[in-house]
């Protein structure tokens, strides 16, 4: 199929084959699941950067994960065991001392 939109060639039977396959999509129920699935993405997504700034705020919490970035990159300790170690110190009560 040859398209130009200089040469107005082509255009018709492109957008048939796109709203054709768009009503396919929808009548099969794929474009209903696609952004049932983009949806739920975009959720985690937004919890995961809620939770790293409220990581970041946290003052002990910070501290960690400043120290286990390092030691992971110096391969010292492992991804999950830092995850692991930033996380208890983000759980953790504050000394009341």
């Not at 009548?27 to 937004?46: H, K, P, V, W």
Request: contains cysteine.
């Amino acid at each position: 199929m040859q398209v130009s939109a200089v040469q107005g060639i082509g255009l018709d039977e492109v957008w048939r084959c796109l709203t054709d396959r768009h009503a396919d999509m929808k009548s099969s129920g794929l474009l209903e699941r696609r952004r049932t699935r983009q949806a739920l993405a975009i959720l985690r997504r937004e919890i995961e950067l809620a939770l790293i700034d409220d990581l970041r705020a946290h003052g002990g919490a910070n501290a960690r994960l400043v120290d286990v970035e390092r030691l992971v990159a110096q391969g010292e300790l492992t991804p999950g065991r830092a995850a692991k170690d930033v996380l208890a110190a983000f759980h953790a009560k504050p000394d009341l001392k």
